[in-house]
Structure formats: C-alpha cells, structure tokens
C-alpha cells in the first residue's frame, strides 16, 4: 500500500458533495469514489447519501468484507488532516499584547531613556 501524503480538511472534503464529485471519510482515510458510484452493488444513492462527510459508521454497519476493503483503496486520496484550524482573525488588541510580550525590551527602553532625560533635563535647571 502507498503511503500517503496529501491531508484534507472536513472543510474541504465537505465541498465534494455531488454526483459529479463524490468524496467519503472512512476509518480517517478520504476517498474519492466518484468513478465507483455506478459500479457499487448497493447502488449509489447509498454512496451519495454519506458523501462529503464521515461515512465510517455507515460503511461499517453494512459489513463490507475483505475483497470490498482491498477494493477501495484504489480509491483512496489521502487522509483527513486532524490538526486544530489555525484562527486567522485576531483582534488588534491582541496582536499588540503578543508583540508586546515578544518585544519587551522596546518599551522598557523607550521608558528608561525618557526617564534618564527627564532626570538630566531637571538636574540642568
């Protein structure tokens, strides 16, 4: 068996929904089984009803055998990515704080020099 490489989103799996483009999750691993829908013995509206989602609880209800299983790997094209989503939408007020902690040392700095100016300024009067 191959190994894979290429990792789909839920997101992305769930945009191929159709008739035309036919992807199933099962057991983790993403199928694309668009070209199998007419050649499947229970039909394709079985197929079609789990498409773009997770059908490994339906794929495992029907009892598939051994020759079924080795039958779909020829269809599979990866796997499902199971990393957290990365937020891209970050207020303001959180980035400043992030850069803050990440450059401290500019604040303290821009603070120490005014202080030392001040102090000068005030010792000169």
């Known amino acids: 068996m191959p190994t894979l490489t290429n990792f789909y989103a839920i997101e992305e799996l769930s945009q191929h929904n159709t008739k035309d483009d036919c992807w199933i999750l099962v057991d983790g691993k993403v199928y694309d089984v668009t070209q199998y829908l007419d050649d499947h013995p229970g039909g394709d ?15 495992e209800d029907v009892g598939h055998s051994k020759s079924a299983r080795e039958l779909m790997e020829q269809y599979c094209i990866g796997e499902l990515d199971t990393s957290p989503p990365i937020s891209t939408k970050q207020s303001y007020s ?32």
């Open 45 to 59: 509206d079985v197929i079609l009803a789990t498409t773009g989602k997770d059908a490994t609880e339906e794929f």
């Open 94 to 125: 959180e980035k400043l704080m992030q850069l803050t902690k990440q450059y401290w040392v500019v604040p303290v700095t821009v603070v120490g020099i005014s202080v030392v100016v001040g102090f000068l300024y005030l010792r000169k009067k």
